[in-house]
Structure formats: structure tokens, C-alpha cells
């Protein structure tokens, strides 16, 4: 292979032949489907009912992570924030781009790590883009993937909770925030840490079969769980209490944050959700989760109440109590 064919050239993002074959032997080979193969200017879509619309660009950095790649989580992350909707995920466009030089193996690995993740969902990409930037105008590869989704279990908001309702987080916290800090400052742990990034309509897709009543759901992103819990506290005007000791976080993620004075509950997921449910059906969400979510860690770590409305309180192990506010700063630049 002669080193131009090794490597993205300027000339791959010109709409010649190079661009051509660029992106039939990479994109449409992982991504095949008779609308996307169609190559028009846009994807003819059919929806029945309620539609759920969301976008998300990527720029991790690294671009590639124990337990993953900017390509997984950007599947990852526009199907989890459909299926956080109630919403089925069904067609994403996908955007790229790429900084000249970058390796074309690097591509095709992150490209067929897309389309192995698209495959849990049976969604597709339905059309895309390429541009090819010159060298150190971009950090290697940028993705912007949107997606839209039916709509199968519709009023599902943070500005739903009640009073009574418990709090269940769906895994244990902090991995994918922890991951990227490892990678990026070239740590090692005698156990292996791998990101919780991972696709979670398999799982959502179960909830809602089970007919089960979900008040809120959401991926616990950037500003992790903390966040979630802040938002959804502000938004329906109530006030969440969680018991520290409830909140599931491995011992590699403990020994990070000792090292680096971060909380847990700050840091990024790319795998975990938080769901707010009635209090009565709470045990049977939190079952189907560790069934169909296959993580024996997810837990009930909290409820809703009147009392100090828009607040977090956080009980400590020790019989303490204090707001968990928001993070603040950047604790961790770059995790998606």
C-alpha cells in the first residue's frame, strides 16, 4: 500500500474519485442500507406518531479509550439520548470531519466500532458528510451524529417528578470520566478499568415493555450524576434526597478520585442512566435493569420530596447531611 493510501489526504475531501472511494469502501461498506445507498441529497424517512429529534458532536480525546472509541460513543450517545426519551431509535446522520494524515486503519477501526454499536438498536445511518480539514485544523476526527426516533412512551420529562419517587441509578458511577483520565494521563491499575460506554435501548426498550411507569430518565453525561439530580430537582421544584452509601461506584473510581480530589458523582457516563419511578414499582424497574442492563451494581439511591424544593440533599455515611450542587470548573475537558 503506497503511503498516500495509508493516510487521509486533502484530495479525499475534494468530491473526486478519492472522496468517492474514501467513502464507498469505508462508510457505506460498515453502514449499508437501501436509504442510505440511495446516495440522494437526502434521506426519504417515514415516522408514524410522536418523533423524538436530538444532535451531539464528538471530540474526545482521546480517540481511543479502554472500553471503547469517539465512533462507539458517538452511537452511543445519540441512541441513549432518543432512548432517554422513551423514544425507539431509528435513523442517525452522521457527519465527519477528519484532519489530513490521519491513519485510514485508525478510520476503518472507529468506523466498524459504529457500525457494530448500530446494530444493538437496529439503527441506521440514513446519510452523511466528509470533510477533510488541513493538518492542525482539527485534533485528528470530529463526529456530529444527529437522530430521530419514535416515540413509545410519551411524557417521560424532568419536569415530571412527584413527591415519593424513588431515585435508581442503572450502574455504578464515573467509569467512562475515570477511563478518559487514565488514557489521557497514561495510568495503569493492577485491574482493569474499562468506560461504561454502551448503547441502553436494549435495556430502556425492556422498561417500557414491562409497561413500567417512568416520571424522568437520563444518561448521566457530562457533570455525571450530580448533574442530573440538580436539573431534575430545579425543573419540577422538588427536593431530592440520595444516601451517599447507596451510590454504586467501583474501587478504581474510588482510588482516581482520591488521587486527583474529584467526586464520583461529578464524573462523566457514557453507559449509566437515572430513572425517576414511583415509589410502589420501584423494586421491579430495578429489577428488569440488572436483567436486561446486565449490571448487578444498579440501585435505589434516593426519593423525591416536598421539603427543600430545588435542592440535592446527600446523606453521608456518617449521618451527615449537604447539598450536592453542581460541579463547577472543567473537571474533565473532552469526555465526549
Keep these: 500500500m503506497a503511503d498516500n493510501e495509508k493516510t487521509v489526504q486533502l484530495s479525499h475531501g475534494g468530491g473526486g474519485k478519492e472522496m468517492n472511494r474514501l467513502i464507498k469502501s469505508i462508510f457505506f ?18 415516522f408514524e406518531g410522536q418523533a423524538a429529534f436530538t444532535t451531539d458532536s464528538f471530540t474526545v480525546s482521546p480517540l481511543f479509550f479502554a472500553g471503547g472509541n469517539i465512533g462507539k460513543l458517538a452511537i452511543a450517545g445519540t441512541v441513549n439520548d432518543l432512548a432517554m426519551m422513551g423514544a425507539e431509535p431509528q435513523y442517525l446522520s452522521c457527519s465527519f470531519i477528519i484532519e489530513e494524515g490521519f491513519a485510514i486503519k485508525d478510520l476503518k477501526t472507529i468506523v466498524n466500532s459504529m457500525a457494530e454499536e448500530l446494530h444493538k438498536s437496529s ?12 493538518k492542525g485544523c482539527a485534533d485528528g476526527l470530529f463526529i456530529n451524529t444527529s437522530g430521530v426516533g419514535r416515540v413509545l412512551k410519551p411524557q417521560i420529562s424532568v419536569k415530571n417528578l412527584r413527591p415519593g419517587d424513588a431515585i435508581i441509578v442503572s450502574g455504578d458511577i464515573g467509569r467512562h470520566g475515570a477511563a478518559i483520565l487514565m488514557a489521557r494521563e497514561g495510568l495503569t491499575l493492577e485491574s482493569e478499568l474499562v468506560s461504561d460506554c454502551a448503547n441502553l435501548w436494549p435495556v430502556v426498550e425492556q422498561l417500557i415493555a414491562c409497561n413500567i411507569e417512568v416520571h424522568a430518565m437520563r444518561d448521566a453525561t457530562r457533570g455525571g450524576l450530580a448533574a442530573v439530580l440538580n436539573e431534575w430537582a430545579g425543573a419540577s421544584d422538588v427536593g431530592i434526597n440520595v444516601e451517599e452509601s447507596k451510590i454504586p461506584v467501583c474501587d478504581e473510581v474510588k482510588g482516581l478520585c482520591e488521587l486527583y480530589g474529584f467526586e464520583p458523582h461529578d464524573l462523566a457516563n457514557e453507559g449509566t442512566f437515572i430513572l425517576a419511578v414511583p415509589g ?11 436483567r436486561y442492563g446486565h449490571c448487578q451494581q444498579a440501585a435505589i439511591i434516593g426519593h423525591v420530596e416536598e421539603t427543600h424544593p430545588g435542592k440535592v440533599v446527600l446523606k453521608t455515611p456518617w449521618g451527615s447531611s449537604r447539598y450536592l450542587d453542581l460541579p463547577q470548573g472543567e473537571l474533565l475537558p473532552r469526555i465526549c
Design 280 to 290: 410502589e414499582v420501584a423494586e421491579g424497574a430495578l429489577e428488569i435493569i440488572k
Design 123 to 134: 439503527t441506521r445511518i440514513v446519510c452523511g458528510d466528509t470533510k477533510v480539514v488541513p
Design 29 to 46: 461498506k460498515a453502514f449499508n442500507n437501501p436509504i442510505l445507498a440511495s446516495e440522494e441529497d437526502a434521506a426519504l424517512l417515514h
